[in-house]
């Protein structure tokens, strides 16, 4: 079945570092723009960071320089490595197709916070 897990979140300081992974059935991640998104209480989901079938990245502005997605072929998965972390990253991560979205999974709670 076509599913997406993702895994990695926790609690963690501001200035902290995090890895977040999205495991694949179903497909594989190279044959598809993948992206990683995020929702915080009362906000909208916003897109964070995407990883083309080509291989290019893009990033928004508030995870640029900070945030790198990458994917491995071999475990079909997807990663989110975090840096720098900051308080207002605090959300509900998710991973995704990008232009042929999947049903929402249920995320993973990254919480930055002294």
């Known amino acids: 079945q076509v599913q997406l897990v993702e895994s990695g979140g926790g609690l963690v300081q501001p200035g902290g570092s995090l890895r977040l992974s999205c495991v694949a059935s179903g497909f594989m991640v190279n044959n598809y723009a993948m992206a990683w998104y995020r929702q915080a209480p009362g906000k909208q989901r916003e897109l964070v960071a995407r990883v083309q079938r080509d291989g290019t990245t893009n990033y928004g502005d508030s995870v640029k320089g900070r945030f790198i997605i990458s994917r491995n072929t071999m475990v079909n998965t997807v990663y989110l490595q975090m840096n720098s972390l900051k308080p207002e990253d605090t959300a509900v991560y998710y991973c995704?197709?990008?232009?042929?979205?999947?049903?929402w999974g249920q995320g993973t709670q990254v919480t930055v916070s002294s």
């Open positions: 995704n197709r990008f232009y042929s979205n999947l049903d």
